[in-house]
């Protein structure tokens, strides 16, 4: 791909198309280095790819080598296979596990062929962005490492905590309330022991599945520990949606079938249990370290009274015995 930057430059001098299409191209790149993300650099490249070349369908993914699983960052337009034949696509290797796949189709035998005529400039702009795109990967790597749980892929203790401290700070009390779940499955350790971490790892992701399908984009989940998951909620619910919300996580849980053995298809029912607490926003007294703690009671509370059980912090009564440690 060198080469056809090269070729590029060499015939801008001369030739007014392909100094367009190399002004085009650092036009391309400029707006790129402002981009915040991977996911931003995918919008700009679509952009423009739509913009220089009529291109409407797109798919920008991430392909792990070292899993075989594919992470689809940015999608545009109708469905393809990589093998149709107005098909064409692009591997950017990061020298990492993480390799960037860009591909896209054109609509018609004539669109292709016009393409075709211009793949040159594509692959040239490709050679000169795939630096940044590089650079994209390896900071959202790296912002996964430090923020989310490697298992389930919801962000660990310290940053929820970091970020809605930010969020409390920067709304200004816009928020009366927020509601945080505590989620643990029941006797987890149990499955440990018959089976293996293989299968416990396999019931947290459908556990967080589960979460994230009945909650809302603006709230908040973090796995705290082994089989815990905490869930706050932050956007402007009332104590019974968000009541609601726990119950629906708890039967939706409750009926999920997760596959221990593929081989002889047998499969685990699990439960969960949830403890509930709210967090008066205006309340001086209250902060986010209490109650976090005080979710944690409820869930204990709510575990001795079985399984697929709610319990609420402020129903704790003063002659129940609490002892976590």
Known sequence: MKNKILELIKSSGNEKK???ALTSIFSLYEQLQYATNIHQIAE???AWLNKEFNIDNVVFALFDINTNSKEEILVKGDDFY??????????INTHTNLNATISFSTTSNV?????????SIIEAAFFLISPIIQNGITKKNFIESSSLDSVTKVYNRNYLIKNLTKHLNLSKNKESEIYFLMI???????????????????ILIELAKVIHSNINEFD???RLNADEFLVTILSNSSEFEATQTAKRIINEFS???ILVNEQTCQTLLKTACIGFETLDVDETSGSITD??????????????????QLFKFRDLKDEDTIDLF
Request: aromatic share 16%; proline share 0%; net charge negative.
């Open 18 to 20: 392909d100094f367009d």
């Open 44 to 46: 700009d490249l679509y």
């Open 82 to 91: 990589l093998d149709d034949d107005f098909s064409s696509f692009f591997i």
């Open 111 to 119: 669109h292709y062929q016009v393409i075709q005529s211009k793949y």
């Open 184 to 202: 643990g499955v029941d006797h987890f350790k149990a499955v440990i022991d018959e089976f293996d971490y293989d299968t416990g790892d396999k």
């Open 220 to 222: 908040m989940v973090a």
């Open 255 to 257: 009926k999920k079938k």
């Open 291 to 308: 109650s976090i703690k005080n979710a944690d009671i409820a869930l204990y509370e709510a575990k001795n009274a079985g399984r697929s």
